[in-house]
């Protein structure tokens, strides 16, 4: 039984870093960006969004919330990968923040402030600064409606 590889994009995820940047539309190939496309746009039934999608400004700010968790290692990641296109959750099940915060406590975090714009029907932009108990992280997400939720295009972290 032989073990998969990662693909080699990967490699620059794996580094330990303080910022982190995805976004579809830049770190996938026009294939990849293609099939992603359908996939998510199976989100709409008879043309119409669902209209069960929480609130996207309460919601990411949850979701900021568990990222950072998942990356200080108080929260396990794969608890995310519910919440992100398969391709983002593969780049940042791989990323490690500041290792000097790694371990140092068990309180969790808090988000301080949050703002979200919708730019589209069943797409919006949010802002958000969570709070550690070593310093705040500033997470910045793109979310679209898919099928009764919202998931995570986008995800930049500073």
């Given at each position: 039984?032989?073990?998969?590889?990662?693909?080699?994009?990967?490699?620059?995820?794996?580094?330990?870093?303080?910022?982190?940047?995805?976004?579809?539309s830049q770190d996938l190939s026009?294939?990849?960006?293609?099939?992603?496309?359908?996939?998510?746009?199976?989100?709409?039934e008879d043309g119409r969004l669902d209209p069960?999608?929480?609130?996207?400004?309460?919601?990411?700010?949850?979701?900021?919330?568990?990222?950072?968790?998942?990356?200080?290692g108080l929260?396990?990641?794969?608890?995310?990968?519910?919440?992100?296109?398969p391709s983002?959750?593969?780049a940042m099940k791989h990323l490690q923040l500041d290792p000097a915060t790694l371990g140092r406590s068990r309180r969790s975090c808090a988000p301080v402030i949050w703002r979200s714009t919708h730019?589209?029907?069943?797409?919006?932009?949010?802002?958000?600064?969570v709070r550690s108990p070593q310093r705040s992280y500033a997470v910045a997400?793109?979310?679209e409606a898919f099928r009764g939720r919202w998931i995570t295009t986008a995800l930049e972290i500073a």
């Amino acid at each position: 039984m032989s073990t998969p590889s990662r693909a080699p994009s990967l490699d620059r995820f794996t580094q330990t870093r303080r910022t982190f940047r995805w976004d579809m539309s830049q770190d996938l190939s026009s294939t990849e960006r293609s099939d992603m496309r359908l996939w998510l746009d199976s989100r709409f039934e008879d043309g119409r969004l669902d209209p069960e999608v929480p609130d996207a400004a309460t919601w990411s700010a949850g979701l900021a919330r568990a990222i950072i968790e998942a990356l200080l290692g108080l929260r396990d990641k794969r608890q995310l990968e519910r919440w992100m296109i398969p391709s983002l959750y593969t780049a940042m099940k791989h990323l490690q923040l500041d290792p000097a915060t790694l371990g140092r406590s068990r309180r969790s975090c808090a988000p301080v402030i949050w703002r979200s714009t919708h730019i589209a029907a069943g797409i919006a932009e949010s802002a958000v600064v969570v709070r550690s108990p070593q310093r705040s992280y500033a997470v910045a997400l793109r979310l679209e409606a898919f099928r009764g939720r919202w998931i995570t295009t986008a995800l930049e972290i500073a």
